[in-house]
């Protein structure tokens, strides 16, 4: 509709490269955390993880081994021959070398240096080197050699090994994805059966006072569940549950109703009506209506709750630090454990990185799959 | 017990324990309370039928009451008690007390500049990304891609800014992409262009469109003093006003800044470290987040226009700019008001993203944090109660005007 006057095509390219910068702005920042999580702790500290998506160029300072222990006669002359990568790590296939700082690039790999009066300096690609010379040249320190070499991308995916097999218990996030998982799928699952009822019930069900009720739901969907922190927790160790799953259960039930309720109600309000009418006429019970007719016909916005209380229970901080993790440390679920991450390790980005994308992975998941009943969940959820 | 059977024990007994109760004491009513049949059959079912809706709505009702309304009074209680006391009633000392502490002043001022810049920046965002995405071809991948921070946790948009914000040595290679960037700043054009010119731009907009909603609010009184339309409007309409004001002349004394600060090229920043600016940086996180929700919701709104209204402007000769804001803009304002509303309470409760990149260190403090901080590290339950029912008062208004929309709705 908006190229009638032929605004699209002398736009378009500007539209377009418009919205490849935004989603690259928006994309960017978790890919960077994806790439690290892949990438060594030295891989890490050493260059941005952007320089990890292409071949990198490392200059390196070796020395040869000691000559007055490895040199061997060979006619009048003495020889050192090895390899530079035997002590130490291997920066790649050396693409040019120097025997000078000031020089790092002066010969190819098989180039022989001449390095006057005879004394000779070869390196192949592979790290071999020949040095040979006379007594007096092949003796003391080792020739210095800087090499330097282009290695291809690397990825490895050990973080992730590490992290779910650590015997550290501070590292190991194979246990709080557990009880993450723990937490969550009650957390999810009870709110819904019991906001079902009840939007049933504000729904097609008449009865004095109902307007009232939905009115007071509306409300409660803004309150800050930092009011209840305090109080409910007092409860919870007053009547003996004190922290623990079962509180945290019924806190993210308790939190997730309001959502719950309004969602279903809103939804089920919009079912037709004769459905509901024909079977009272045939003698169905309300329990019979709910659960035969109201429940299926309702699937899509179940699921549209469902998804959001998952991932907010998945993602939850403050409920769990309140009401689930005690001095033990035995119950942490994986935001908790981030954040001590964060302040034990700050620096070890390859632990932080996968540890966070470990706990990111999950919600990511669910969201590219069930898209569809987010987006539906959200345009009836926002108060209109 | 293995947490794992025990929540496989909840679900199986939450579930069946629910269903169980009502379909039992569906029948229970049924057949023992108001049996349908004898002498007062028709009676009965009336009878029956008036209690199952609250057998329906019991459980809920119980939860609602109990996690989200009574912690609404008791917190309001403890805030005026004194938990060291016993929880002897001492009035508003713990209020007292709270407004005493620079730290409390610090996270109620950070909080406002919070509910100004987020909520704005997320919907216009937001508004710019559905507008956009809505012309082209791949628009649904960019759109998915844009909302994908949504399912990502608040700690784990915290790992991946504090990553962006890295920082090394000014020997070592950056490792975060913010500092890499700075880095290649240098005082010449380009730096000019980047860290003068845009922020200039910027300002001016913003300083522009503020003025423009000022202007908005304050004109009905400057035109017509007799036309009444709600005389309980003209303080919040002055108020909207004086603020627009204070806000234009924000940003043009920070266009000042901008050409007179000077820049420390070449070395790189701590960026949580940084005063002030680090709560920006903060927020940058949540608008990351929430700008895919502004997009979703604004774009189905923009989907809703009429095409009629569009069309005529575009025969009378409208260009793309002045069918977005003149024609769109307005169709849509009821659905801005809404994504602007529930993203300010997203706002008020943010706790996680400063917890976990800052814990208010730096002078980031934030309302929810600093909660927190006063219940669960000095274990002081009176001050903490009073912080909650501060951030309770910043939303009632919210709460107040939910409420009112839903009940118009309704009839």
């Known amino acids: 509709m908006d190229n009638i006057a032929g605004s699209k095509s002398s736009l378009g390219w500007l539209v377009n490269i418009s919205v490849v910068l935004l989603v690259a702005l928006w994309v960017f920042p978790t890919f960077g955390l994806l790439v690290s999580s892949f990438r060594t702790a030295d891989q890490i500290s050493g260059s941005g993880w952007w320089a990890a998506l292409f071949p990198s160029e490392q200059t390196e300072r070796y020395r040869v081994a000691d000559p007055d222990e490895n040199r061997i006669e060979r006619g009048d002359l003495f020889v050192v021959e090895g390899n530079l990568f035997e002590e130490g790590s291997a920066i790649g296939e050396i693409q040019s070398w120097g025997t000078s700082s000031r020089a790092v690039d002066a010969y190819q790999s098989g180039d022989v240096a001449d ?15 020949v040095w040979s010379g006379n007594d007096e040249q092949i003796s003391g320190r080792g020739q210095r050699a800087f090499v330097t070499a282009v290695s291809p991308p690397e990825f490895t995916t050990d973080n992730y090994v590490n992290i779910m097999t650590s015997g550290d218990s501070n590292d190991n996030m194979a246990k709080a994805f ?30 004095p006072g109902r307007a009232i009720l939905i009115a007071c739901v509306v409300g409660l969907l803004v309150v800050p569940l930092q009011l209840a922190l305090i109080p409910l927790l007092k409860l919870h160790v007053g009547i003996g549950i004190g922290k623990g799953y079962l509180g945290v259960w ?46 299926p016909l309702s699937f899509p916005a179940l699921a549209s709750f469902a998804i959001f209380q998952f991932l907010w229970t998945w993602n939850d901080l403050l409920v769990a630090k309140v009401f689930l993790i005690d001095a033990t440390g035995q119950t942490t679920v994986m935001t908790d454990q981030i954040v001590n991450l964060l302040g034990t390790r ?27 009943y987010l987006v539906r969940g959200l345009l009836a959820g926002s108060v209109k | ?22 379909w039992g004491s569906n029948q229970f009513l049924d057949k023992v309370v108001f049996p349908a049949k004898g002498p007062k059959a028709g009676d009965n079912i009336n009878k029956a039928n008036m209690v199952r809706p609250w057998l329906f709505l019991f459980p809920a009702m119980f939860a609602l009451g109990l996690y ?46 919070w509910l100004i810049v987020v909520p704005a920046a997320s919907t216009a965002f937001g508004l710019l990304a559905a507008q956009l995405t809505d012309r082209i071809k791949w628009g649904s991948i960019a759109k998915s891609l844009i909302f994908m921070p ?52 910027i300002l001016l907009s913003f300083g522009a469109i503020v003025a423009y909603v000022g202007w908005i609010f304050v004109r009905p009184i400057a035109e017509s003093r007799q036309n009444g339309g709600g005389a309980g409007f003209v303080p919040l309409r002055l108020f909207v006003g004086a603020a627009a004001l204070y806000l234009v002349y924000l940003s043009i004394s920070s266009l000042i800044g901008v050409f007179t600060f000077d820049y420390p090229y070449g070395e790189p920043q701590t960026w949580l470290t940084i005063p002030f600016w680090n709560s920006f940086l903060l927020m940058v996180v949540l608008i990351w987040i929430q700008t895919g929700f502004a997009m979703v919701i604004l774009s189905a709104a923009l989907r809703g226009i009429p095409e009629e209204t569009i069309e005529a402007a575009i025969v009378d000769g409208a260009n793309p700019f002045q069918v977005f804001f003149k024609i769109k803009v307005p169709q849509i304002m009821g659905t801005i008001v809404v994504v602007w509303t529930t993203i300010t309470i997203t706002v008020l409760k943010v706790f996680d993203i400063v917890f976990a990149m800052t814990n208010g260190q730096w002078e980031t403090q934030v309302l929810a944090n600093y909660m927190f901080d006063k219940l669960f590290r000095a274990n002081d339950w009176g001050v903490g109660s009073a912080a909650a029912i501060v951030i309770m008062i910043m939303v009632s208004p919210i709460l107040v005007w939910n409420v009112y929309n839903a009940r118009k709705e309704m009839k």
């Open chain 1, 178 to 207: 557990l009880n993450t998982l723990t937490v969550t799928i009650p957390a999810t699952i009870i709110p819904i059966v019991v906001a079902a009822f009840a939007a049933y019930a504000l729904a097609w069900m008449d009865f």
């Open chain 2, 68 to 113: 989200l309304a009574y912690p609404v009074f008791e917190t309001l209680r403890l805030s005026l008690t004194d938990h060291d006391q016993g929880g002897a009633f001492v009035g508003l000392a713990n209020y007292n007390q709270m407004f005493g502490e620079p730290k409390f002043w610090e996270a109620l001022r950070n909080n406002l500049l």
């Open chain 1, 115 to 129: 390095l006057g009066d005879g004394e000779t300096f070869t390196l192949d690609a592979a790290g071999n080197y």
């Open chain 2, 150 to 201: 949504m399912a990502i946790s608040f700690v784990g948009a915290g790992v991946i800014f504090k990553l962006v914000y890295e920082t090394r040595p000014a020997d070592q290679n950056q490792i975060g992409i913010l500092n890499a960037v700075w880095l290649q700043f240098d005082g010449g054009f380009g730096s000019f262009l980047m860290l003068q010119a845009l922020p200039t731009l």
């Open chain 2, 1 to 22: 017990m293995n947490p794992a059977i025990l929540g496989l024990f909840t679900i199986v007994a939450g579930v069946g324990g629910c269903l169980l109760y009502f």
């Open chain 1, 346 to 372: 700050g620096g070890n980005w390859e632990i932080l990185a996968t540890a966070a994308f470990v706990s990111i992975a999950v919600p990511l998941a669910v969201f590219f799959a069930m898209q569809k």
């Open chain 1, 250 to 295: 019924l806190a993210h039930t308790g939190f997730g109703l309001p959502l719950a309720i309004y969602l279903l109600r809103n939804y089920m309000v919009g079912l037709p009506r004769d459905i509901i009418e024909n079977a009272k006429v045939d003698g169905a019970t309300d329990f019979q209506i709910f659960t035969k007719i109201i429940l």
